[in-house]
């Protein structure tokens, strides 16, 4: 079967730095993204790896590791507004087209 | 330069009702997804719909069924509603096999 399996509930000092972990198991794969989700809002794009390695974009990086089927989000500086739902997707693909295979989420908790 | 838009934005609906909900995508995108997300859970795939054909179908029954339109708009349709079908949908734009996804608000749907 497909899963994603992220913590669902992680709590930080503002200021601070958190990381949310996400292994995958799928039966394709051609990418991991992020996604932010604020109480009653939509979800936001946040990042996109489809290569090893470390992607940086201000504040918040994502990192994946293919060969141990497991990304990260690294948020810094963590501010009171990040406080959100953050979902790890699986781009995979299906016959000739792409879907995206979510996480149930992680809720960011951050404290003052 | 509008994003996703979605309506209605709330609805409540009895048992055994039908009920159509629309999305109109992001200027440029011609793909369109549509999830449900129950409270405290990922995003969970219906359907994807582009050049107005469902291209891919996630475990949802025949009851869900949708259309898009020759402007890229779309609708899901869920027939013989059960209580269970209370949720978010959120409808989400991309281009062909991009990899970002911009979500609308969604819509709060309630049956009683």
């Known amino acids: 079967g497909q899963s994603l399996e992220q913590p669902s509930e992680v709590t930080a000092v503002e200021g601070a730095i958190v990381q949310i972990n996400c292994t995958y198991q799928?039966?394709?794969?051609?990418?991991l993204s992020w996604y932010q989700q604020h109480d009653g809002g939509a979800p936001t794009f946040l990042s996109y790896?489809?290569l090893d390695g470390l992607e940086e974009t201000g504040r918040f990086s994502s990192f994946l590791s293919r060969s141990d089927s497991y990304g990260y989000l690294l948020l810094q500086e963590l501010q009171m507004k990040d406080s959100a739902s953050y979902f790890c997707?699986?781009?995979?693909?299906?016959?000739?087209?792409?879907?995206?295979?979510w996480g149930a989420g992680t809720k960011l908790i951050i404290k003052p | 330069d509008a994003g996703v838009t979605q309506s209605p934005t709330h609805l409540i609906k009895t048992r055994g009702q039908q009920v159509t909900l629309r999305c109109s995508p992001k200027?440029?995108?011609?793909?369109v997804s549509w999830y449900q997300q129950a409270l405290g859970q990922g995003p969970q795939f219906i359907f994807q719909?582009?050049?107005?054909?469902?291209?891919q179908r996630g475990n949802f029954p025949d009851r869900f069924s949708g259309h898009q339109f020759p402007n890229y708009s779309s609708e899901l349709n869920v027939n013989a509603l059960l209580l269970g079908d209370s949720a978010l949908y959120l409808c989400?734009?991309?281009?062909?096999?991009?990899?970002?996804?911009?979500f609308g608000s969604g819509t709060r749907l309630t049956v009683v």
């Open positions: 989400a734009s991309s281009l062909e096999a991009a990899y970002g996804y911009t």
């Open positions: 200027s440029g995108h011609d793909t």
């Open positions: 719909y582009y050049e107005e054909e469902e291209r």
């Open positions: 799928t039966s394709g794969f051609y990418g």
């Open positions: 790896n489809a």
């Open positions: 997707a699986v781009r995979d693909r299906m016959d000739s087209n792409y879907q995206l295979i």
